[in-house]
T-cell receptor
Framework: NAGVTQTPKFQVLKTGQSMTLQCAQDMNHEYMSWYRQDPGMGLRLIHYSVGAGITDQGEVPNGYNVSRSTTEDFPLRLLSAAPSQTSVYFC???????????FGSGTRLTVV | GENVEQHPSTLSVQEGDSAVIKCTYSDSASNYFPWYKQELGKRPQLIIDIRSNVGEKKDQRIAVTLNKTAKHFSLHITETQPEDSAVYFCAALYSGSARQLTFGSGTQLTVLP
């Protein structure tokens, strides 16, 4: 049982490049989310999903896309990277509403 | 809108003393309140949570209290140890179509030996 697995752990992008952050969980959790963490700003919700085929926007969705074709996978796509997207990105999953998240180990992204 | 205020932003205590971190929330329909600990360079990890049908929950040296009338909840750590040093985040589950967790901005706890 690996929990929530994120890849890559580190990434440097040039402005305008696109990329996909991968997230997979093996706990059969219906709820999955992507958060970004910036110094002094806590964790901000980017996109979330409540089941396969269902996604919705969070607090800071601009510049990001998601899809949920299976229960296990929830990739986050950066469409055209900008320096403002430099951050640490966490994927998380939970089995239901009244449960806490299990977080992945994070992806540290730098956009230059 | 949805908002979770967390105080203090930094907290230093002597080893063996108690630490208290407080959070307030704005949605009176919120019914789930987890607390996370994040060590430097690591992922946030759930340490304790409370649902709105109880007022207090304990797990060894940590406890969480909930005051629904005042819309605030607190994390209490007793007999602090150096390994308790970390950033602590509170969160609240808001009602409405999103039903997603909103996090506080975090408290850097430092336990001085």
């Amino acid at each position: 049982n690996a929990g929530v697995t994120q890849t890559p752990k580190f990434q440097v992008l040039k402005t305008g490049q696109s990329m996909t952050l991968q997230c997979a969980q093996d706990m059969n959790h219906e709820y999955m989310s992507w958060y970004r963490q910036d110094p002094g700003m806590g964790l901000r919700l980017i996109h979330y999903s409540v089941g396969a085929g269902i996604t919705d926007q969070g607090e800071v969705p601009n510049g990001y896309n998601v899809s949920r074709s299976t229960t296990e996978d929830f990739p986050l796509r950066l469409l055209s990277a900008a320096p403002s997207q430099t951050s640490v990105y966490f994927c998380a999953s939970r089995p239901g509403q009244l449960y806490g998240y299990t977080f992945g180990s994070g992806t540290r992204l730098t956009v230059v | 809108g949805e908002n979770v205020e967390q105080h203090p932003s930094t907290l230093s205590v002597q080893e063996g003393d108690s630490a208290v971190i407080k959070c307030t929330y704005s949605d009176s329909a919120s019914n789930y309140f987890p607390w996370y600990k994040q060590e430097l360079g690591k992922r946030p990890q759930l340490i304790i949570d409370i649902r709105s049908n109880v007022g207090e929950k304990k797990d060894q040296r940590i406890a969480v209290t909930l005051n629904k009338t005042a819309k605030h909840f607190s994390l209490h750590i007793t007999e602090t140890q150096p390994e308790d040093s970390a950033v602590y985040f509170c969160a609240a589950l808001y009602s409405g179509s999103a039903r997603q967790l909103t996090f506080g901005s975090g408290t850097q706890l430092t336990v001085l030996p």
